[in-house]
């Protein structure tokens, strides 16, 4: 398998995107869209992909986000006991923290697929961002704003399960 080249012009094989896996596209018709059966990536069927990612840029772009993340928000931990010295919220927020990075990981461990990573991230996330500002001792301008993040995150959450499930249930998985 050369990078973006040999498999091209294979008309009915596609290299999944997400795991790499050759799949058999042949009885479905160009243009439309496909899930990957093992790691529920989705692509398009065609002697084109148009999708130039490869699943090594996937999981490295992902697990690149998730990092950030982990700092990011394990900071605004530390920073909230910093700040009010309240232990217990800490640990509160530290462990739903932990729990909003390790779904995300245990998703991208198993699946590929872009929406139910972003749903497993960010609905779990949306519930830490209102609690973060629902804890006490916040009351500066970045915990409302944060609380705000909360409900789009959770939002952007549930849109992405919905395309998520919506597509797990009307596309073809090979
Ligand atoms: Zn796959």
Known sequence: MTPGGSTRYRL???TCG????????????YGVKLMCGRCYHLQV????PPRTLS????????????LAMALAGLSLCVLYLLGTEDLGWFIVLTVLMLASLGCPAAVLARRRNLALLIASLYLPLGVWAY???AAPGIDWEYGKMTAYG????FAVGIVAMLLFLRDLRALPRL
Not at 18 to 29: H, L, Q, S, Y
């Open 12 to 14: 009915d094989m596609i």
């Open 18 to 29: 997400g795991c790499g896996r050759e799949i058999d596209a042949g009885g479905v018709e």
């Open 45 to 48: 069927n065609g002697p084109e």
């Open 55 to 66: 699943s090594k840029t996937f999981l490295l772009l992902s697990s690149m986000c998730l």
């Open 131 to 133: 609690l973060w500002r």
């Open 150 to 153: 909360g409900l789009f995150f």
